[in-house]
């Protein structure tokens, strides 16, 4: 069978980049849909990534009017909106420098003056890059269904650029439409707004902000972002970068036993990239070379190949990526919209980085079916420290073991895998592992459990239920109009209650296509 042949049969099973294992449980959690890499491969720079709400040093404040045929955008009955489909980058938080704040979801009502509009509702739409999605799709579930009457219409308030975690994106029109209404700056407080007639508050621009509420009536709201741009959402408001240093991705993990056999690249170029798998002991393995012009590379589509591995690479429970690139082999990532991005300090000790760059990297897990032994190599023997936020550990260990051999054993008649590990060793081992590694999303000494508390994998750690908006469950409060803004999700940070080495993101390099 062909390589492209391989990869097609393969795609067939995959999810969120992953191949399904035992008893129906992926055997990845984080890594890019192949939906997405499909789309940045087709879109690379992302024509809409320059069109963002934000304006450098002011806030703003926009109401939806008409679409691009001059028709009237308001609810045209009563019925309860659940979520919204919204077309956004989002960014790491930083305090430091006052990035910390996010737009709102608003709605406004109509009065008895028909020019007059009031605001009833604004949403804050708190998304972190703990809530990354894989497919790049944001559909963010309010926090309580709202319910909305005849001649509502619908606005977003969009904080400053530079202080915005979260930023809206739009799309010109080509008519001279007026469209969407920008508050004027002296009235972007006020609650009543004249939106027509004579005096208006607002001044208006051709333009589609990339947002659509969902209603439990779907012919009560009509759309007015065109389906191929809602469809092609997750690429088209994402730049692609090339990155030459190495990061590490807690957040992109294994969760099975088993043997990588494909990995699927965005490549735009002859680009030799290491990928490497980080274990919870700390050792790391060299997964691949990737080298676009080698035998076992397929293109797919133009920039985009297919790697098949012909050596073992075993993975476990709890490995976790890294990328190894540099000025000449580079890797290349989405901007934005990713998870957060680490890489090793000068003692090995991992540091939060002020990025949340995507890789552009998905890979083809085989679980194991049969008994087998296999070795996990070390390219690490030194001493490990390692610094992290949202916790209080710090743990400084040594590792002396060269390689660990492992013996797995499948029982077949049940379905299930167990694991027998024996490693030789004289020294102690590392007591930093994934069940108290606070990265892995559990905090606490000895804890016996490595189940993620990234909300992006529907776990959180304080209730065992996704708190991840923009998968579509929430918790909390509507901010009434009268009311101070309500803090309604609370998602895990990086950069919590703990004093953290933070560095400003390396130079990238701009595509060169």
């Given at each position: 069978m062909s390589s492209y042949l391989l990869l097609v049969t393969l795609l067939c099973f995959m999810s969120n980049g992953i191949l399904l294992g035992v008893n129906g449980k992926s055997c990845t959690e984080g890594f890019m849909d192949y939906s997405l890499l499909q789309g940045k491969a087709t879109d690379p720079s992302g024509m809409l990534r320059n069109n963002r709400l934000a304006e450098n040093t002011a806030a703003s404040r926009w109401i939806i009017v008409e679409d691009f045929m001059g028709t009237d955008i308001m609810f045209r009955c009563a019925t309860v909106v659940t979520e919204i489909l919204i077309g956004v980058d989002i960014r790491t938080v930083n305090d430091n420098v006052g990035r910390n704040l996010y737009p709102k979801f608003?709605?406004?009502?109509?009065?008895?003056?028909?020019h007059v509009y009031t605001r009833e509702m604004s949403i804050e739409i708190r998304l972190t890059p703990d809530n990354f999605t894989t497919n790049g799709q944001y559909r963010f579930t309010l926090p309580t269904p709202l319910s909305v009457s005849s001649g509502y219409r619908i606005g977003v308030y969009q904080p400053p650029d530079e202080r915005s975690v979260v930023r809206f994106h739009y799309m010109n029109l080509l008519t001279n439409i007026d469209e969407t209404g920008k508050i004027q700056p002296l009235k972007i407080n006020d609650t009543n707004i004249?939106?027509?007639?004579?005096?208006?508050?607002?001044?208006?621009?051709?333009?589609?902000?990339?947002?659509?509420?969902?209603?439990?009536?779907?012919?009560?709201?009509?759309?007015?972002?065109?389906?191929?741009?809602?469809?092609?959402?997750?690429y088209l408001i994402t730049d692609s970068y090339y990155v030459s240093d190495t990061r590490i991705f807690p957040d992109i993990r294994f969760t099975c036993h088993g043997i990588i056999t494909n990995w699927i690249v965005f490549a735009p170029a002859q680009v030799m990239p290491v990928i490497k798998i980080r274990h919870s002991?700390?050792?790391?393995?060299?997964?691949?070379?990737?080298?676009?012009?080698a035998s076992n590379a397929v293109m797919v589509t133009p920039l985009l190949y297919n790697f098949t591995m012909s050596n073992e690479i075993t993975v476990q429970p709890g490995d976790i990526l890294m990328i190894e690139s540099n000025a000449t082999n580079y890797m290349f990532y989405q901007q934005y919209n990713g998870p957060h991005n680490y890489r090793l300090g000068g003692n090995n000790e991992l540091i939060a980085l002020d990025t949340n760059d995507y890789p552009l990297i998905s890979v083809v897990v085989e679980p194991f079916t049969d008994t087998a032994t296999s070795t996990i190599n070390s390219t690490?023997?030194?001493?490990?420290?390692?610094?992290?936020?949202?916790?209080?550990?710090?743990?400084?260990a040594t590792v002396t073991m060269e390689s660990m051999?492992?013996?797995?054993?499948?029982?077949?008649?049940?379905?299930?895998?167990?694991?027998?590990?024996?490693?030789?060793?004289?020294t102690r081992q590392n007591t930093l592992t994934a069940s108290t590694n606070p990265v892995y999303g559990v905090t606490g000494e000895r804890c016996i459990t490595d189940v993620s508390a990234n909300p992006a994998y529907g776990v959180t750690g304080k209730s065992g239920i996704s708190a991840n908006p923009a998968y579509g469950t929430n918790s909390g409060g509507i901010e009434s109009i009268n009311e101070e803004s309500l803090v309604y999700d609370e998602p895990r940070t990086m950069y919590h209650e703990q004093e953290v080495i933070m560095m400003q993101n390396e130079a990238y390099g701009q595509i060169d296509l």
């Amino acid at each position: 069978m062909s390589s492209y042949l391989l990869l097609v049969t393969l795609l067939c099973f995959m999810s969120n980049g992953i191949l399904l294992g035992v008893n129906g449980k992926s055997c990845t959690e984080g890594f890019m849909d192949y939906s997405l890499l499909q789309g940045k491969a087709t879109d690379p720079s992302g024509m809409l990534r320059n069109n963002r709400l934000a304006e450098n040093t002011a806030a703003s404040r926009w109401i939806i009017v008409e679409d691009f045929m001059g028709t009237d955008i308001m609810f045209r009955c009563a019925t309860v909106v659940t979520e919204i489909l919204i077309g956004v980058d989002i960014r790491t938080v930083n305090d430091n420098v006052g990035r910390n704040l996010y737009p709102k979801f608003e709605v406004w009502a109509p009065t008895n003056d028909d020019h007059v509009y009031t605001r009833e509702m604004s949403i804050e739409i708190r998304l972190t890059p703990d809530n990354f999605t894989t497919n790049g799709q944001y559909r963010f579930t309010l926090p309580t269904p709202l319910s909305v009457s005849s001649g509502y219409r619908i606005g977003v308030y969009q904080p400053p650029d530079e202080r915005s975690v979260v930023r809206f994106h739009y799309m010109n029109l080509l008519t001279n439409i007026d469209e969407t209404g920008k508050i004027q700056p002296l009235k972007i407080n006020d609650t009543n707004i004249r939106i027509s007639g004579s005096s208006p508050d607002v001044d208006y621009e051709s333009w589609n902000i990339l947002i659509h509420p969902i209603a439990q009536d779907t012919s009560c709201f009509p759309q007015f972002v065109p389906d191929e741009t809602i469809n092609s959402l997750n690429y088209l408001i994402t730049d692609s970068y090339y990155v030459s240093d190495t990061r590490i991705f807690p957040d992109i993990r294994f969760t099975c036993h088993g043997i990588i056999t494909n990995w699927i690249v965005f490549a735009p170029a002859q680009v030799m990239p290491v990928i490497k798998i980080r274990h919870s002991n700390n050792l790391t393995t060299t997964a691949a070379t990737l080298n676009t012009s080698a035998s076992n590379a397929v293109m797919v589509t133009p920039l985009l190949y297919n790697f098949t591995m012909s050596n073992e690479i075993t993975v476990q429970p709890g490995d976790i990526l890294m990328i190894e690139s540099n000025a000449t082999n580079y890797m290349f990532y989405q901007q934005y919209n990713g998870p957060h991005n680490y890489r090793l300090g000068g003692n090995n000790e991992l540091i939060a980085l002020d990025t949340n760059d995507y890789p552009l990297i998905s890979v083809v897990v085989e679980p194991f079916t049969d008994t087998a032994t296999s070795t996990i190599n070390s390219t690490h023997v030194n001493t490990v420290t390692t610094v992290l936020p949202s916790s209080s550990i710090y743990s400084t260990a040594t590792v002396t073991m060269e390689s660990m051999e492992y013996s797995k054993t499948s029982l077949i008649s049940s379905n299930s895998l167990s694991l027998t590990i024996a490693p030789s060793m004289n020294t102690r081992q590392n007591t930093l592992t994934a069940s108290t590694n606070p990265v892995y999303g559990v905090t606490g000494e000895r804890c016996i459990t490595d189940v993620s508390a990234n909300p992006a994998y529907g776990v959180t750690g304080k209730s065992g239920i996704s708190a991840n908006p923009a998968y579509g469950t929430n918790s909390g409060g509507i901010e009434s109009i009268n009311e101070e803004s309500l803090v309604y999700d609370e998602p895990r940070t990086m950069y919590h209650e703990q004093e953290v080495i933070m560095m400003q993101n390396e130079a990238y390099g701009q595509i060169d296509l």
